[in-house]
Structures are given as structure tokens and as C-alpha cells.
């Protein structure tokens, strides 16, 4: 075993169902329900408003009238088949929303997605046409690696017709439109070492709707984001979009080959990294070819219009304020799950809720009133335990383990007493579901992998030894971008990463350092992803009560963290963040 000692020397309804949750409890395999708990305060966090405005193409990017029968670039999401593009959104409350290209309204519309009642769908994929009817089909990816072909309508997606499994392996599915010109929409999967695989779309929306993959390539994770564009050059062909952590975006041209599906990259530009989302928005302006649409991470959207050969025309102002979107369909990121929120403790033991944002920032704090929290005792949230994509508060007493989930509660006792749950960073095993990780009075390290229900836990597994010597171990998803929960270790004022592997018997790689100093403040916490970028950031706090975030970059070492950036003070009033 690795020893990992330093060396010496407007719908946010959703959240209230989080915030009211009560109490589970964990035992060393199995968890024990109990009745129902009583009635808790169901106010919400609210945003100020979960709607948007369409990005407008400016005067000299209007649309331009050419017949639909003579577009190359048919659009993948044509969902009130006006024969244009239209554009669905994930907002951060986990509730979608559509900008119909025919609809009246200026503003996003409410979109329902079969069976994502309570937010379990990880990503939302633009698949297009894939059975030759008269609309688009939508594939939607849960966290334990279920793929769902739902037919669809201008209000929503329908029960699917087909379901694949274990497509967790992947850490992202692209719908790339049609690149064996064929007629028929394919996907591109990349696995957290870089390979690509093609699936073939066959025709058909049941039975085997893609073919068995087809290794396309190698080295694809240089990318943090893979963008599927559709056919940008009007070759009709698709091609594909990359971008680097360091901002440069390459073109790679659709050659209708199944075995060697792109030519050699070319160029786009530098710079591409000032958008935490590059997203594939098909035809907006009818000229046949594929554009784009890049946000901010202030929020701001600008359009690229194509022109041809992965070149694109100057940038157009195209909306503000879409801060409150956690990804649109189509865009290039490896789409994180099961956190979003930062769990906050005052000393008398009441517990509040912070809902992110997509910016940086919070949207405001929900009381969670856990009648049997107890002030004194370890407090975390944990990532991904269950099919809802919220963070399960998790609570050590002694020997007795809590997990507060809606409606029931329970306990068993379980842990040896002095061993302590100590992280839930989400799925460590590369199965789909979310685990904890507790340590013991001697530094040793557990795991515990989850069965999927949030409830329930095999037996536990011996990590390692040495873990007494950090301090703080925290994590709330993938921080280097490969899709993998990742674990931040601290010690002496050293912060430590110790990337996840995807293995049950070694859940983590060896230790990197990020960087020193990290002493200074009193608090560390993961909140998931809080500026929409997919990766997993960190939330520090000083003396001083001021927090701080640290988004991560996709990059090692001490440029695994950007520079921190202030996000408020007076947060001395919390004796736990989490």
C-alpha cells in the first residue's frame, strides 16, 4: 500500500428537499431505517430569478434566409422542428429549461425530462435524429452509468426507448453528430486515460440504437473540453472541437471515416480558457455551417459564428447573467455530480445549506434543520452517495455513524469507537456510485463503497496506513479532469493531492504537493464545482472569518489551484464547513 505520510522534516425548489433532509444511520455494511421524522421547514434557496434571455446575433450576424433543403448542418436539437437550432440548459437548482428558436418568448421555458424528478441525470446529450423521425432524440447519462434514448417534444423529453449501462467508465459521451455519412447521428466516448471510442448510430431508437465501439484514438485527455461542434465547414461531415488547460482550441475535421473518424488537428487560437463552457450551438445564422457559444465565468455568452475549416468570424455579444446555468446541452466539459452545495455548522449545532452558482459565487444559504444533529460531532457532506444530485450531510457520534436523507431515519451503531468518517469525494471505485472514507484513532484509512441508494455499504476496505498525519482530507469530485474524485490532503501547512484511480484496493495515486502555506486558514472545504467548469474547486477560510475560493485549473502541482479570489467574510459565524 502506498503510504501517504509526508516526509519528515426562479425554480430552485429542489434544494429545499436537500436542506430538509433527516437522519440515516451507517454501520459498518448496512444501514437500518427507522419511521418518518417530523415535519421541517421546506424554504428554499433562491437565485434571483432561473430564466435567461436568448443570446441575440447582433446586426451584422442576422440570420441569413437560405432554404433548410440546402443546409449542410441540419441542427441536432430542432425540438419545435422549425428546421433551427434551439438551445436546452441544466440551471443549478437541477431543473432544465428550453430556448425554442420559434417561440415567442425572449425567455427560457420550462423543459421535463422523463424520470429526473429529483435530479438525477449527471448530462444531457444532444444526439439528434437517431431513429429518421420527424424530431430529435436526447440521451441523458446518469451517475451510475445508465445511457437513455428519450424521444422528445418543444416541452420535453419522453420515457426512453432504449437504456445502456456501464457507461461510467467514460468520463465523457458526445453526441458528434454524423461522422461516418451514413445519415445517421454517432457518439464519441472518452475513458479518464484519453482513449476515444466511436459508437456508430445504426437507425433505430430500440434494440442496439449505437454499434459496439471502435477505438478512434489515443492521448484525447490532453482536453478539458471536447466539444461535438457538427459540421463546421458544410462538408457534411461532423467534426470536433478541443481545447487545452492552457487555452488553446484545435479543429479537428471530419473525414466519414469509422476508423480514423479526423484528420490532423489544426490550430483554432490561444486564449479559449477565458470561457469555463465552449458549447456547440449547430446552425444559428442558416448559413449552413456549425457555430458556437462560449460563457464566461462571470456569466457573459458570446457567439462564434463559423466560417469554414475551423475559423471563425469575430466574437458577438451575445447575453449576460447566465451564471445560474450549470451546463448547456452541448457544451465540451466533463460534467461533475452529486455536490453543488457547501454545508455550513454554527456551534449550537444548526446546520444551513449554500447553493453554488456558476460563477464563483453562492446564491444564498436554506437552514437544515437536522433535529439530531449534535453540536460536538464531525459533520461532512458527502458526493454522490444516492441517484440525487445533492450532497448527503454525514455525521459521526462515537461509535454511530448518521447519514441525513429525506424522510426517514434510522441508527445503527457500527464503526469502531474513535474512527471517524472523514471525506465522501463521490466514486472511488469506478462502479457509479458514490463511497465515504473514515480513519481510524491509528491513521488508518477505510473505505466504504456505497451500493448506490445513499443507505447502504459493503464492507469496508483497508486504504492504507499514516493518514493520522493530515489534518484536514477533504474532496467533493474530480479536480484534475479526468472524471475521477480526487482527494486534497493537508499537512504542516503542506496541501497534498492524492488523484482517484478508479480502484477499489487503491482508491488513490501517489500524493502530489500543490503547495505550502496552507496553514493560515482554519477551515478547508470542497463545495463541487462552484464556478461551472466541471472540475471540482476548494473554499478556504482565514482567521478573519474572510473565504476564499481555489478553482482548480485541470493542471498539476502548485497550478493545480488558480489564485485565490475572495468570495465574502463573516464566515467565523460557522464552527464547520463542509
Known amino acids: 500500500m502506498y503510504d501517504p505520510r509526508p516526509p519528515r522534516a426562479a425554480r430552485p425548489r429542489r434544494l429545499a428537499r436537500l436542506a430538509a433532509c433527516t437522519a440515516l444511520a451507517l454501520s459498518a455494511g448496512t444501514l437500518l431505517s427507522a419511521g418518518p421524522a417530523a415535519a421541517v421547514d421546506r424554504t428554499p434557496v433562491r437565485p434571483a430569478a432561473l430564466s435567461v434571455a436568448r443570446p441575440h446575433l447582433g446586426a451584422d450576424a442576422a440570420r441569413t434566409p437560405v432554404p433548410y433543403a440546402t443546409v449542410a448542418a441540419r441542427p441536432r436539437l430542432d425540438l419545435d422542428r422549425d428546421g433551427q437550432a434551439d438551445q436546452l440548459l441544466r440551471f443549478v437548482d437541477g431543473s432544465s429549461q428550453v430556448l425554442l428558436s420559434g417561440s415567442q418568448s425572449d425567455s427560457s421555458e420550462p ?15 444532444q444526439v439528434g435524429n437517431a431513429g429518421g423521425t420527424a424530431a430529435p432524440e436526447l440521451l441523458t447519462l446518469s451517475y451510475d452509468g445508465r445511457l437513455s434514448l428519450h424521444p422528445t417534444t418543444a416541452k420535453g423529453a419522453g420515457a426512453p426507448t432504449w437504456s445502456g449501462y456501464g457507461w461510467q467508465v467514460y468520463n465523457r459521451v458526445i453526441g458528434a453528430g454524423d461522422l461516418t455519412k451514413d445519415g ?7 475513458t479518464p486515460g484519453g482513449e476515444l471510442f466511436l459508437y456508430k448510430g445504426t437507425g433505430t431508437l430500440t434494440g442496439q ?40 482550441l484545435y479543429f479537428y475535421r471530419g473525414t466519414g471515416s469509422a476508423t480514423v473518424p479526423f484528420s490532423k488537428p489544426v ?18 445564422n442558416g448559413d449552413g455551417r456549425t457555430d458556437l457559444l462560449a460563457r464566461t465565468y462571470a456569466g457573459r455568452v458570446y457567439l462564434y459564428l463559423s466560417t469554414g ?3 471563425f468570424g469575430a466574437r458577438v455579444d451575445g447575453a449576460t447573467s447566465w451564471k445560474d446555468i450549470e451546463f448547456v446541452v452541448g457544451a465540451g466539459i466533463t460534467p461533475s455530480y452529486g455536490k453543488h452545495t457547501l454545508l455550513a455548522r454554527t456551534a449550537d449545532g444548526t446546520a444551513y445549506v449554500y447553493l453554488t452558482r456558476a460563477d464563483g ?27 440525487i444530485n445533492w450532497a448527503t450531510p454525514v455525521e459521526t457520534r462515537g461509535a ?22 472523514v471525506a465522501g469525494p463521490g466514486d472511488l471505485t469506478g462502479d457509479g456510485r458514490g463511497d465515504l472514507l473514515s480513519r481510524d484513532a491509528f491513521g488508518l484509512l477505510f473505505l466504504h463503497p456505497g451500493d448506490g441508494t445513499g443507505t447502504g455499504f459493503t464492507p469496508r476496505v483497508r486504504v492504507g496506513a499514516g493518514w493520522d498525519a493530515y489534518d484536514v482530507l477533504t474532496g467533493a469530485g474530480d479536480v484534475t479532469g479526468d472524471g475521477r474524485p480526487d482527494l486534497v490532503a493537508r499537512s504542516g501547512g503542506t496541501l497534498y493531492l492524492f488523484p482517484g484511480t478508479g480502484s477499489a484496493t487503491a482508491p488513490f495515486g501517489a500524493r502530489t504537493t500543490i503547495g505550502t502555506g496552507w496553514s493560515g486558514y482554519t477551515r478547508l472545504a470542497s463545495p463541487g464545482d462552484l464556478d461551472g467548469d466541471g ?44
Open 209 to 248: 440504437p449505437f454499434a459496439p465501439r471502435i477505438r478512434v484514438g489515443t492521448g484525447w485527455g490532453q482536453y478539458d473540453q471536447l466539444v461535438g461542434s457538427g459540421d463546421l465547414d458544410r462538408d457534411g461531415v461532423a467534426d470536433l472541437l478541443g481545447r487545452t488547460t492552457a487555452g488553446d
Open 184 to 190: 445517421r447521428p454517432d457518439l464519441l466516448a472518452r
Open 111 to 125: 423543459f421535463a425530462i422523463h424520470g429526473d424528478t429529483q435530479e438525477t441525470v449527471k448530462d444531457v446529450i
Open 400 to 421: 454511530s455513524v448518521w447519514i441525513h436523507r429525506a424522510n426517514v431515519a434510522g441508527l445503527a451503531g457500527g464503526i469502531p469507537d474513535g474512527t471517524k468518517v
Open 535 to 578: 472540475r471540482a474547486d476548494l473554499v478556504a477560510r482565514d482567521t478573519a472569518g474572510s473565504l476564499y475560493r481555489y478553482s482548480a485549473t485541470g493542471r498539476g502541482g502548485t497550478a493545480t489551484f488558480a489564485a485565490r479570489v475572495l468570495i465574502g467574510g463573516g464566515w467565523n459565524a460557522y464552527t464547520g464547513l463542509s
Open 309 to 311: 475549416s475551423g475559423r
Open 361 to 387: 459565487t453562492f446564491a444564498g444559504r436554506a437552514k437544515a434543520p437536522y433535529t439530531l444533529l449534535v453540536p460536538g460531532s464531525g459533520l461532512l457532506s458527502a458526493t454522490g452517495l444516492d441517484k
Open 267 to 284: 490550430k483554432v487560437g490561444p486564449g479559449w480558457n477565458a470561457y469555463n463552457q465552449i458549447i456547440a450551438a449547430d446552425d444559428l
